[in-house]
């Protein structure tokens, strides 16, 4: 339940971070004043979403989910499946292998696209509602 509820912080910290507004942003110059501690939190977020991740994919690794005792299954299992393959085998010039920081990124863009998802629908559904009663 822990988890669950750090998971669900560490999301919705994301997304306000990602979509509040913050001067420096604009202006630059205001960027070393740290003026509204954006910076911080970006930070701990950051870190605390590279745990999460890490710790998901170690358990995958390992086999199981350590909360449910069964084995991962679908987008994220393929998604790990990948780890330390070349994403283009037949090119031998530059070969790129994906890596954790990789799927990382993909399994956050999906995370976060979902919520955002949700709370756009609920956002047009409820101003619909009140423009057509």
Known sequence: MIK???SRWL???CTYLARVFNLSDYASFFDPLHLRGYARRIKRASSGLHE????MINEYQQGT???EQKPY???FQVMVSLLGTPMN???EDQPYIVGRENIKAIMLD???ASFDTITTAIEWTL???LRHP
């Open 11 to 13: 999301m919705r910290e």
């Open 110 to 112: 999906m995370v976060v």
């Open 89 to 91: 085998p037949n090119d």
């Open 73 to 75: 299954t679908g987008f």
């Open 65 to 67: 989910n350590m909360d």
């Open 52 to 55: 999460f991740f890490d710790k």
């Open 4 to 6: 669950s509820i750090l």
């Open 127 to 129: 101003s619909e509602l």
